[in-house]
């Protein structure tokens, strides 16, 4: 079954850290272009942040730029998004997408989402 799975979101206080995953079955992410993406609730879905297949370029968003950090291991067929430094407005369901390209920050032409891990950052 070709599948993206998130997982590692939860409840953090303000200034915490999560390590979100985007693990994939059934596909290789090595070929693709991996983009995160967030929802929070009454707001659009923002782009989040990307990683390229071909050389493994990161590019951010201004407003993670500093605090989150994007990286693959392909051995594993995960991407994970390292997130410091939380901030309540960083409150938001959590999607990664795989597809074929990065343009900044964004991935473009996804194929395959996951189905989201929520990330709820209070005190």
């Known amino acids: 079954q070709v599948q993206l799975v998130e997982s590692g979101g939860g409840l953090v206080q303000p200034g915490g850290s999560l390590r979100l995953s985007c693990a994939a079955s059934?596909?290789?992410?090595?070929?693709?272009?991996i983009g995160w993406f967030r929802q929070a609730p009454g707001k659009e879905r923002e782009e989040v942040s990307c990683?390229?297949?071909?050389?493994?370029?990161?590019y951010y968003t201004y407003f993670v730029k500093g605090r989150f950090t994007i990286s693959r291991d392909n051995a594993k067929n995960t991407v994970y998004l390292q997130m410091n430094n939380l901030k309540p407005e960083d409150t938001a369901v959590y999607y990664c997408?795989?597809?074929?390209?990065?343009?900044?920050?964004?991935?473009?032409?996804?194929?395959?989402w996951g189905q989201g891990t929520q990330v709820t950052v209070s005190s």
């Open positions: 990683i390229s297949s071909t050389d493994g370029s990161t």
């Open positions: 997408a795989a597809g074929n390209y990065c343009s900044g920050y964004v991935s473009y032409d996804n194929k395959y």
């Open positions: 059934g596909f290789t992410l090595d070929y693709y272009a």
